[in-house]
C-alpha cells in the first residue's frame, strides 16, 4: 500500500495514533513526524523535518546507524524490518528511555523507499520490571514485550490495518480483509463481541481487555488497548496491544511459588487458612460440625536426612503427601516445616476422636512403611479440637502445636490439647522471652553443693550449680535452664554467664574455695570445642589471681564423642593453666572406654542413676566396674545423688574417694556455707 501523506486516512493514523510515528527516507532524513513523537521525544515537528533520525538515538547507536540503513539498501538484508524490538532512545533534554520500535518499509514510487518507525514509550513497563528485579531473576521477563500488536478496526470486527508483529503472528501476512474475532481464540471471543457493542453507545476513553488471540497451534495472551477514533473515513477502533503470555505463566507460577510447598506440593498453611475461611463461611448456620486439627512428625526424620541425604529426603515426603491424598481423607493437609504435616478433618460422632485419630495414624504409618520400612516409620502425634461455628483458625493450629510439642518432650505417641498442656507451653513461652535479658542482666545465681572425702569425711571441695528464681514462675529447675538455651541457640552465652558468675563469687570467697576445696564448674559438651569460651575461662582466673587448683572444669562424657583437634587442644591449655578435668554423668551417654584416655582427664564422676541401684547386687557390680576402670586410668572417683548412709558405705567400701549429695547438703548460696559447714564440723 502507497503512503499518500495527503490522504484523510493516512492524516488520522498519523495524528490519532497514541505511539509515535516517524517516517524517514532512505538516506535516514526525517520526512514525517507524528504529533505522538513530538510529545514522546520533545522535539516539533518543524525541529525535525530534514534531521537524521539518529538524533533521536543514544551516542553509542547513533554514529552506526547510517552504515546499516546503506548496508540494507544495498543488501536487502536486515534484522529489524518487519519485527519489532526494544531500543534506547534519547529525548530532547538527553534523557535516555526504553522503547519498543516496530520498523516497516515502504515503496511509494516517485518518493522512493520510506521506512515507517513506531515508537512505543516502555518506561511504565522498565519501572515495574526494575521493581520485580529484587524479588526473583525468574522474574525479570515478566513484563518484557516481544513486539506490539498495532490494529485499526472497523466497527463491524474487520482489520483494515494492522503492522507486520500482528500480522505474521495471527493473519498470515495479510493486511486487509480480515476479520478480528478470527484472530481470538475462543475462550476470550465473548469479550471480545462485547467491543464491538460498546462504540454505539460511545468509547470515548480508552478500554484495557486481556484476550487470548490464535493463529494455528499460536495462543498468546495479549493486553490490548481499544479506542474509538475518527477519520476521513469515519469511526474506527484503534487498537495497541502487548503480549503479555510471559506475565502470565509467571503470575501462575508465583501463585505457585507462594501459596504451596514446592517438595510436597501440598498447600501452605497461609493458603489453607484462606480456603478453610471459604468452606466456614459455605457451612450452613446451623451447622456445628467439629473438626480435628491432628499434627504429626516423623521422629526418624533426621537421621533419614542425614543417611540418605537432603535429595532423597525430599522425596520421601513428596511420596508419603502423595499417599495422604489417595489413603487418608481430610478436608486440609499442609506441611508445616521439615517432617511435620497438619491434616485437618471433620469429626464424626460414631467413634470416639481417639479411635479416628488412631485409625488414621495407622494408616500414615502404614505409608511410611511402604516406603522405608518398619525401622523409620514412627510418628508422634498432637491434636487439637475446632469448632465450626466458633472457632479460629489459628488457635486451633496453636492448640495442635502445643499437643505435639508436650508429645515430643514427653516421648509420647499422642497427646491431646487440654489446660495441663496450654499452662506447660505458656510457662514454656514465658521462660523463654525472659531468658535473653536474664542471661544479659547475669540473674542466673550459682550455688555450691558441697564434695566430701569418704575416707576423712572432710570438706574436699564444691560444685557450682546455677539456680533461676522468677517472680513469675518461682523456681525453674536447672534442666528447664539448659532446654531453654539450647531452644533458642543461647548455650554458649548460657554457659559463659555461669563460668562469669562462679568466678566472681570464688574470687570473693577466698577463704572457702581453695586448692583443697576446688569448685567445679560445668561446661556442656557442645561448648567444650569452643576455645573462645576456654580462653575466657583461663584468662579471667588470671586476670582475677585466683589458685587455678582451685578451679575444676566439669563437662559430660559426651563431649567424648567429638574429640577432635579443638576439644584436645582446649583440654591442654586447661591442663596447662593448672585447671583440672572431671568427665560427668560417665555411663549414661554412649562413649566408648577406649576415648578416656584421650583427653587429659583427673576425675571421673558417676551419675546418680548407679548409686540408686548401689544397694543391689547388680548395681554394686556395676559400680564396681566403674570404679576399676576409672583406677585403671589414674583417675579419682566422685558419686553424685547420695542420699542414705548406706549408698555412702557402700561407695566407700569399692574404693570411690568423694561423694555429694541430699546425705551431706543441697546446693547453698555462698553466702550460707559458713554456717552449714559450722554445723556439719560439729556433728
Excluded at 481417639?354 to 491434636?383: F, P, V, W, Y
Aim: include cysteine.
Amino acid at each position: 500500500m502507497d503512503i499518500n501523506q495527503e490522504s484523510p486516512l493516512y492524516k488520522a493514523l498519523f495524528k490519532a495514533a497514541a505511539d509515535g510515528i516517524i517516517i524517514i527516507n532512505s538516506r535516514g532524513i526525517i520526512e514525517s513526524f507524528s504529533p505522538s513523537a513530538e510529545a514522546l521525544f520533545g522535539y516539533s515537528e518543524m525541529e525535525m523535518l530534514g534531521r537524521n533520525v539518529s538524533i533521536l538515538m543514544s551516542k553509542k547507536d547513533a554514529p552506526r546507524h547510517d552504515g546499516y540503513l546503506n548496508k540494507y539498501m544495498e543488501s536487502g538484508k536486515t534484522a529489524i524490518i518487519g519485527k519489532g524490538r526494544e531500543v534506547t532512545a534519547m529525548k530532547k533534554n538527553g534523557q535516555m528511555f526504553q522503547m519498543h520500535l516496530s520498523v516497516g518499509r515502504a515503496d511509494t514510487g516517485d518518493s522512493g523507499t520510506l521506512f515507517v518507525g513506531i515508537c512505543h514509550d516502555l518506561s511504565d513497563y522498565q519501572n515495574v520490571v526494575n521493581q520485580l528485579e529484587h524479588i526473583d531473576i525468574r522474574y525479570r521477563n515478566v513484563l518484557a514485550s516481544e513486539g506490539l500488536y498495532i490494529v485499526r478496526i472497523t466497527l463491524d470486527g474487520t482489520i483494515i490495518l494492522s503492522n507486520n508483529t500482528f500480522s505474521h503472528q495471527f493473519l498470515d501476512g495479510h493486511i486487509k480483509g480480515n476479520i478480528f474475532l478470527d484472530s481470538v481464540a475462543e475462550s476470550s471471543k465473548k469479550d471480545a463481541q462485547l467491543l464491538f457493542t460498546l462504540p454505539g453507545n460511545g468509547l470515548a476513553n480508552e478500554l484495557k481487555m486481556s484476550l487470548m488471540m490464535r493463529h494455528d497451534d499460536t495462543h498468546k495472551e495479549v493486553e490490548w488497548w481499544f479506542k474509538q477514533v475518527k477519520d476521513g473515513l469515519g469511526n474506527h477502533i484503534q487498537a495497541v496491544g502487548i503480549d503479555i503470555s510471559e506475565k502470565v505463566v509467571a503470575s501462575n507460577e508465583a501463585f505457585l511459588l507462594k501459596n504451596f510447598d514446592p517438595i510436597t506440593q501440598l498447600p501452605k498453611l497461609a493458603y489453607v487458612q484462606q480456603l478453610f475461611s471459604q468452606y466456614q463461611s459455605e457451612k450452613c448456620t446451623g451447622n456445628s460440625a467439629n473438626l480435628c486439627f491432628m499434627i504429626f512428625e516423623l521422629i526418624d526424620f533426621e537421621r533419614i536426612r542425614v543417611l540418605n541425604g537432603e535429595v532423597v529426603a525430599d522425596k520421601i515426603l513428596g511420596e508419603l503427601a502423595r499417599l495422604l491424598d489417595e489413603r487418608i481423607s481430610f478436608q486440609h493437609c499442609t506441611r508445616l516445616q521439615a517432617s511435620r504435616f497438619l491434616l485437618i478433618f471433620e469429626t464424626h460422632s460414631t467413634d470416639t476422636l481417639e479411635n479416628q485419630i488412631l485409625h488414621k495414624a495407622e494408616h500414615i504409618q502404614q505409608a511410611l512403611q511402604s516406603m522405608i520400612g518398619d525401622i523409620s516409620s514412627d510418628i508422634r502425634i498432637g491434636t487439637g479440637c475446632f469448632n465450626a461455628t466458633n472457632g479460629v483458625f489459628n488457635d486451633a493450629v496453636e492448640r495442635a502445636l502445643m499437643a505435639i510439642e508436650f508429645s515430643h518432650q514427653h516421648s509420647l505417641f499422642l497427646s491431646s490439647y487440654n489446660d495441663s498442656i496450654h499452662q506447660a507451653a505458656t510457662r514454656k513461652k514465658g521462660i523463654q522471652k525472659m531468658f535473653l535479658g536474664v542471661i544479659e542482666s547475669a540473674k542466673i545465681d550459682v550455688y555450691f553443693q558441697p564434695k566430701i572425702d569418704l575416707k576423712s569425711r572432710n570438706i574436699a571441695g564444691y560444685e557450682a550449680l546455677m539456680r533461676w528464681f522468677t517472680d513469675e514462675y518461682d523456681y525453674i529447675s536447672p534442666q528447664e535452664i539448659i532446654d531453654t538455651a539450647q531452644e533458642l541457640n543461647l548455650l554458649f552465652e548460657l554457659d559463659k554467664c555461669v563460668i562469669h558468675k562462679a568466678l566472681s563469687i570464688i574470687d570473693a570467697n577466698p577463704d572457702l574455695f581453695t586448692a583443697t576445696t576446688p569448685v567445679s564448674i560445668n561446661i556442656s559438651a557442645r561448648n567444650f570445642g569452643f576455645k573462645a569460651l576456654i580462653d575466657g575461662l583461663i584468662h579471667d582466673v588470671e586476670a582475677r589471681g585466683i589458685d587455678p587448683r582451685s578451679i575444676e572444669v566439669e563437662v559430660t562424657e559426651d563431649a567424648l564423642l567429638t574429640i577432635g583437634d579443638k576439644v584436645q587442644t582446649n583440654a591442654n591449655a586447661l591442663r596447662k593453666a593448672g585447671i583440672k578435668i572431671c568427665l560427668d554423668d560417665f555411663g549414661t551417654g554412649y562413649s566408648a572406654l577406649s576415648y578416656l584416655g584421650k583427653l587429659p582427664l583427673d576425675n571421673l564422676k558417676i551419675d546418680r542413676s548407679f548409686v540408686i541401684e548401689s544397694e543391689n547386687k547388680s548395681g554394686r557390680l556395676m559400680l564396681e566396674a566403674i570404679v576399676s576402670i576409672a583406677k585403671s586410668y589414674h583417675l579419682t572417683v566422685t558419686a553424685e545423688g547420695i542420699e542414705t548412709v548406706q549408698q555412702q558405705d557402700v561407695l566407700s567400701s569399692i574404693g570411690c574417694e568423694y561423694a555429694q549429695g541430699f546425705y551431706y547438703s543441697k546446693a547453698l548460696p555462698a553466702e550460707e556455707l559458713l554456717a552449714w559447714i559450722d554445723a556439719y564440723s560439729s556433728k
